[in-house]
């Protein structure tokens, strides 16, 4: 049996197998998050206008096991682009998926990529 944390694995670029099509640009907010759903995962996607950046991580907060990440507070520390989960306020990387207040484990992280109006999310099946 699969449990819920057994699902997110962080995917390197050149490990993207399939590029699964999220929705078009003016779909996500922008300086927010949305969640897709791709199989049974729940990941959050993310637009940073100011960087012209996306970013995409589970939205399964690792804390207390919680879907939240997409409606998660965005912004930076120390130059690194981060989400906090809405509940509890941990925060994470969406470079790497580490939490940045050191007392839970990382989340997975995603490449995302633009291609014509459209937001892609790689994952490796």
Avoid at 43 to 60: D, G
């Amino acid at each position: 049996m699969t449990t819920t944390t057994e699902l997110y694995k962080t995917v390197d670029l050149a490990e993207v197998s399939t590029w699964y099509k999220a929705g078009k640009t003016t779909q996500f907010p922008v300086g927010a998050g949305a969640t897709i759903k791709y199989e049974d995962k729940q990941i959050a996607v993310f637009y940073f206008p100011r960087q012209e950046k996306w970013y995409a991580c589970q939205n399964l907060c690792p804390h207390k096991l919680e879907n939240v990440l997409g409606r998660g507070l965005i912004g930076e520390q120390d130059g690194v682009p981060k989400v906090a989960c809405p509940l509890h306020k941990k925060t994470f990387s969406l470079t790497t998926g580490e939490n940045l207040n050191g007392d839970c484990p990382a989340v997975a992280v995603y490449p995302v990529k633009i291609e014509g109006d459209y937001v892609y999310v790689g994952f490796a099946d």
